[in-house]
């Protein structure tokens, strides 16, 4: 059976049409903008709820980095402001955003990795979405990252 191949000119398969990078690194690119946007009204809720009321999240164990409550809301809420920007600057395709993003989404690692004692299965999966945030947009090489 001969094979053929494709018309000079049409994209590799799986390749960006617009040159460079992946097609999965392109729609990661679009979807990374939309996790931080959504991790970030997620960290304002958190914020919210942690300066409003003190109580409402228990401490599980004893863990090095002990903070005031009041003190985790106003961090998750700044946080979650600065992610959301970052998402919409990312969504309207800013070129500013994509490097921003990258720090922003490991700030929210770091952040929800110190969050770990007070919602373990959250922190854990906010974790998963920011480091799937770094490497989307780390990939995408369809317009530089900076």
């Known amino acids: 059976m001969a094979q053929t191949a494709a018309p000079s000119g049409?994209?590799?398969?799986?390749r960006n049409p617009r040159g460079g990078g992946s097609a999965w690194a392109s729609g990661g690119t679009v979807?990374?903008?939309v996790l931080l946007f959504v991790d970030g009204v997620l960290a304002v809720l958190n914020g919210v709820v942690g300066i409003a009321k003190d109580n409402v999240y228990t401490r599980i164990g004893?863990?090095?980095?002990?903070?005031?409550?009041?003190?985790?809301?106003?961090?998750?809420?700044?946080?979650?402001v600065l992610l959301i920007l970052t998402g919409?600057?990312?969504?309207?395709?800013?070129?500013?955003?994509?490097?921003v993003g990258v720090g922003m989404a490991a700030l929210s690692v770091i952040a929800n990795f110190m969050w770990l004692p007070y919602?373990?299965?959250?922190?854990?999966i906010a974790i998963a979405i920011g480091v799937?945030?770094?490497w989307a947009l780390l990939t995408d090489r369809s317009k530089p990252a900076l």
Do not use: S
Not at 119 to 124: E, L
């Open 10 to 14: 049409a994209p590799a398969p799986h």
């Open 88 to 99: 919409i600057g990312i969504l309207k395709g800013a070129p500013w955003a994509r490097g």
């Open 132 to 134: 799937f945030v770094i």
């Open 62 to 80: 004893d863990y090095t980095y002990k903070f005031n409550l009041t003190a985790w809301g106003w961090i998750h809420l700044v946080i979650g």
């Open 119 to 124: 919602q373990p299965i959250w922190a854990v």
């Open 31 to 33: 979807f990374a903008g």
